[in-house]
């Protein structure tokens, strides 16, 4: 305690009686005990680590545990998913036939989660997984941003990445593959951590990456590779040892199980897809909030505390993302592939952005990284605050949301409040409070609003599970049409597509003697053919309007079959 402060102490406060003047002593000398506390605290090494890993684990709950397998399968992913409920092979199948576009090892991904589900190959299979890569990955970053800058800088990259709208949306109907582009992300990490030069452990990467999303991966990390070194110097022996065998032995398994025709649209299906034309502004939509802070690494003064290394490594991530993009946007069949390593880029830059202003705060107030992140942050702010109205419109006409958004409406003005308080007294921490609060405000309206309607406005999960509640579990679902994929894999059976009415399994010639069921179209129900087995009508289902006929579950076999005898009397082979 300073000389000065024992002094003003000392001194009675004028216009106070003698009862206030103990009751602000009283105070002072709890507050400079609490203090004095916290330093103690901090000084501890112990008590610091325990500190940052307890506030990884929270934001790692908050923003990719809470409501991670909420989201409905949506159509693009549905296909993938429907071959999580077929027999493991080199490649996938769905509607009974092969699907060259799936690989293996998104596929025993989720049949090995699928284990510990109580209800199946359902769509938790499908999510946690994706979750758990996405934590796995931000431990990787925040481990190495530890290593090279600190444990500051290692809580704020796993922020900026865990609060991406990409790693907190992780749906592939807009692009986001997880897991494909896990093994990527790895290898990319490495590799930049090395300077561009691939080694054993970055081909170990991109063979996982292959064996998750085929070749595109590994063209992207060869290309980083060079990008970075400016030459193919980096492609070491023993990174291309790694992935030629990898390559050679899936394509062995593949042709001793497909044929030759199969095997080659599996190689090249992976590098024609096309995306839309405006994947770049979608990729840049999904990097936000923690892109519009990107430009503060341009200031003068931004990176001239940094160790060599550390400017090494920031470069390294901010040169992929910006290859990345630009490949996704010239190659659309790329698109896909160079969404997560731009995604990561923009949290790396912007993590290490973040603690750079926060670790030098107090000086140099006027320079330009600091008076760009406070404009970004107040774009932000602002934006969070407009917010405001549209969720009380919400809370005073869906009920079912007032809560949530009773909460978003207190989070957006503590944003708000905490920004202008910051900028007012120059306080750094206040801002980086409102930007926090900001990411937290995202994530609740992304969970408790969006995801909800969604599931209820455009997912097939309610459509699907009507249907399948007719089904015995594991019996599969014959159909003459292409039902939506998501559809599909909602009703929780696996579809068998037929080419004509007459291969439908007849009872009659089959020893368990278990009836067929069908999903049609109600002309294709009242036009069936004489020469198929016949059929009776279990359910039809209706359209959105409720007046017309959309679908018509049917099934062969007697009027009254002795379902506990077939469902619980024998052996029924999903």
């Known amino acids: 305690m300073s000389e000065t402060t024992e002094i003003a102490q000392s001194q009675p406060l004028r216009g106070l009686s003698a009862v206030e003047h103990a009751h602000v002593a009283r105070g ?30 929270a934001i790692a709950i908050t923003f990719v545990v809470w409501g991670a397998a909420r989201l409905e399968v949506g159509h ?14 080199p490649v996938g199948q769905s509607f009974g036939g092969l699907d060259p576009a799936i690989y293996p090892g998104a596929v025993a991904l989720s049949k090995l989660w699928g284990v510990i589900e109580d209800d199946g190959l359902g769509m ?63 290898a990319l990490d490495r590799a930049i951590a090395r300077q561009g030069r691939l080694d054993s452990l970055c081909g170990l990467f991109a063979s996982i990456a292959f064996l998750c999303a085929g070749l595109p991966p590994v063209i992207i990390i060869t290309a980083a590779s060079i990008a970075l070194l400016r030459s193919s110097a980096g492609l070491g022996l023993s990174y291309l040892g790694f992935v030629i065998a990898t390559v050679a032995g899936w394509s062995a398994w593949a042709l001793s199980e497909i044929s030759a025709e199969a095997w080659a649209a599996a190689i090249a299906l992976p590098v024609s897809f096309r995306t839309a034309s405006n994947i770049t502004l979608v990729t840049l939509a999904l990097c936000l909030p923690t892109v519009v802070f990107l430009p503060a690494l341009l200031g003068r003064n931004a990176r001239e505390s940094w160790a060599p290394r550390r400017i090494a490594y920031v470069q390294g991530w901010l040169t992929v993302a910006a290859m990345c993009l630009f490949v996704g946007t010239i190659l659309p069949q790329f698109a896909r592939t160079t969404l997560l390593p731009v995604v990561a880029g923009c949290a790396v830059g912007a993590g ?20 760009w992140m406070k404009i970004a942050t107040g774009a932000l702010a602002v934006f969070a605050f407009l917010s405001v109205p549209a969720l009380a419109y919400v809370s005073l006409t ?64 309610p459509w699907g599970r009507a249907v399948g509640q007719w089904v015995p579990e594991g019996w599969p679902i014959y159909t003459l049409h292409g039902w939506p994929a998501d559809f599909a894999f909602a009703t929780g059976h696996n579809f068998r597509q037929l080419t004509h009415p007459r291969f439908l399994p007849d009872p009659a010639k ?35 309007s409720g007046q017309r006929v959309s679908k018509v579950l049917a099934r062969t076999g007697p009027e009254k079959p002795a379902w506990q005898k077939l469902i619980y009397g024998n052996t029924v082979a999903r």
């Open 398 to 461: 869906i009920p079912y949301y007032r809560p949530v958004s009773i909460l978003g409406i207190a989070i957006a003005s503590a944003a708000a409040i905490a920004y202008a308080s910051g900028l007012v007294s120059r306080d750094m921490r206040r801002i980086a409070l409102s930007f926090v609060l900001i990411c937290i405000s995202i994530k609740l309206a992304h969970t408790a609003i969006y995801v909800p309607e969604w599931n209820y406005r455009r997912g097939q999960g």
């Open 510 to 544: 089959t020893p368990d003697q278990r009836p067929s069921f069908i999903l049609l179209h109600p002309a294709d129900f009242e036009h069936w053919p004489k020469t198929a087995p016949p059929i009776v009508k279990v359910f039809e289902f209706h359209d959105h």
């Open 352 to 371: 290490h952005a973040w603690a750079a202003v926060l670790a030098r705060r107090g000086s140099e107030s006027s320079s330009f990284e600091l008076t």
């Open 124 to 186: 938790e299979a499908i999510r946690w997984p994706e979750a758990i890569l996405a934590m796995i990955f931000g431990i990787v970053l925040a481990i190495r941003s530890e290593n090279i800058a600190g444990k500051r800088a290692s809580l704020w990259v796993s922020l900026c990445w865990f609060a991406s709208l990409a790693v907190i949306h992780r749906s592939g109907e807009i692009g986001i593959d997880i897991t494909g582009g896990f093994g990527l992300l790895l």
């Open 76 to 89: 693009q992913e549905a296909r993938a998913a429907m071959a999580v409920r077929e027999p493991l092979g």
């Open 28 to 57: 002072q000398t709890i507050s400079q005990s609490a203090r004095q506390f916290a330093q103690v605290l901090l000084g501890n090494q112990a008590i610091r680590d325990l500190t940052g890993y307890a506030c990884f684990v």
